[in-house]
């Protein structure tokens, strides 16, 4: 009697099914939390249609979602090229090899990740600052490497912490001008100077800091925090979009949710 071995998986299988979901996780990594999410979820939502229709074999239907899915690569390049950058960026960052880098890819095989970032201290100044409308502009590195950035500014290599903070962006000390970047709660620069996405419109009450910190977090995947000098309000930005948050606390967990 004939027997059909449905799971006759050999190495490379095993191998391919790896390889695709962790490219399937670090797309929904940058997609998420962004209106390219709802675009991603409809463009797999029309694949497994077309897959179905051919598996049924109704010619028709199929032919039409299969050229629409054929012909929309050059659309998915045009719609999805921040996260294309973003991707890219990813792969081709310098401490992708390192030891430091290859275990921050591999956070998600753990069941439980430790931020070292200390996001209360960080939120706790700038709510010191924004009592005292204390402008500032603090980015907090991820996956992608910042070196070029760095370059920017001055190298600093201090540990995050309250006074230390606040005298940074005290209007009278030398270090207040352009941003501070953090990673895994170290101090690596001060006064960075960001790129100014200009190509955006956002809301005149909004000065250079955000359009640094949008800039930053549209070609890189770090994320920023601003104190705005005029107003005192505290901004998170994520993804080149403003993050709304009711209180601190809520704050200070979402940005733990997004460093893990």
């Known amino acids: 009697m004939e027997t059909f071995n449905f799971l006759d998986l050999n190495f490379l299988d095993i191998l ?18 962004t209106v390219a999410i709802n675009i991603f979820i409809g463009i797999a939502i029309v694949y497994l249609i077309w897959k179905l229709t051919v598996a049924l074999q ?23 090229q921040q996260e294309i950058r973003k991707f890219l960026l990813m792969v081709g960052s310098t401490n992708f090899a390192t030891k430091k880098g290859f275990m921050k890819r591999l956070k998600f095989m753990k069941s439980d990740t430790i931020v070292t970032t200390d996001v209360e201290n960080i939120i706790a100044a700038c709510t010191t600052m924004s009592k005292t409308k204390t402008g500032a502009l603090i980015v907090l590195e991820r996956n992608n490497n910042l070196e070029l950035i760095k370059q920017t500014g001055d190298a600093m290599n201090a540990e995050v912490n309250i006074p230390l903070l606040n005298s940074i962006f005290y209007k009278n000390s ?43 977090t549209m070609y890189t995947d770090a994320l920023a925090i601003v104190v705005s000098e005029e107003t005192g309000k505290i901004s998170y930005i994520k993804n080149g979009e403003f993050i709304l948050f009711d209180d601190t606390d809520h704050l200070i967990e979402m940005i733990k949710d997004d460093l893990e």
Do not use: C, W
Request: no cysteine.
């Open 16 to 33: 391919d099914i790896v390889l695709v979901a962790l490219l399937l996780y670090y797309i929904y990594k940058l997609v998420r939390g």
């Open 58 to 80: 109704m010619e028709l239907l199929s032919d039409i979602l299969g050229k629409f899915l054929g012909g929309g690569f050059i659309a998915l390049i045009i719609v999805f």
């Open 174 to 216: 030398p270090l207040h001008d352009g941003a501070i970047v953090i990673e895994d709660n170290i101090i690596t620069a001060t006064r960075v100077i960001l790129p100014l996405e200009k190509g955006i419109d956002i809301p005149a009450r909004f000065g250079l800091r955000h359009r640094a910190a949008i800039g930053v």
